[in-house]
């Protein structure tokens, strides 16, 4: 095949020109069929999986039917109840901890649902914190009058 960036005369560049297209259209036709092949065994292939399949469901069936459908054991565990009071951290947290979360959040980020970029809150950690402190603090207060004082239930001791 000659070359057509090193052909010498005008004919000789057509000419190479019209055998590299010949080509290329060879080469173009030749990729769609194997292409085509590839796709139609992947098909019989999915095909005998799908059958072989059914078969496999069908054993999987039988299996848990007799392991599942069998008698309660004579001697059943013995299983605990869990106590009720776990130790959970429950106090408020600090202002210091509020300052730590703050310094967290990753700058560059969209605005939450409150529209407040990360960049606002840490432009004076410490003002911020101390803001949501007492923010928080009177929600937890707001909350625990109103489940201590509504249908005589307890708050938070």
């Given amino acids: 095949m000659a070359a057509i ?5 005008r004919a000789e560049k ?3 020109q019209a055998e590299y297209t010949k080509v ?3 080469v173009k036709r030749s990729i769609r069929t194997d292409k085509r092949k590839y796709v139609e065994d992947l098909e019989m292939t999915a095909e005998k999986a799908t ?3 059914m078969k496999n469901e069908e054993t999987g069936e039988e299996y848990f039917k007799g392991v599942l459908n069998r008698p309660s054991p004579l001697n059943p565990p013995n299983i605990e109840a869990v106590p009720i009071d776990l130790p959970i951290y429950v106090d408020p947290p600090t202002i210091e901890e509020f300052s730590t979360a703050i310094r967290q959040i990753k700058s560059g980020k969209a605005a939450g649902p409150k ?3 990360a960049e606002a809150l840490k432009a004076d950690v410490a003002v911020t914190a101390k803001i949501l ?3 928080f603090f009177r929600l937890v207060t707001d909350w625990i009058m109103k489940t201590s ?3 005589g239930k307890q708050g938070i001791q």
């Fill in 14 to 16: 057509a000419k190479a």
């Fill in 149 to 151: 004082t509504s249908e």
């Fill in 5 to 9: 960036n090193t052909s010498r005369t």
């Fill in 51 to 53: 059958r072989g399949n």
């Fill in 115 to 117: 529209n407040i970029p």
């Fill in 24 to 26: 290329n259209k060879q």
């Fill in 133 to 135: 402190y007492i923010l």
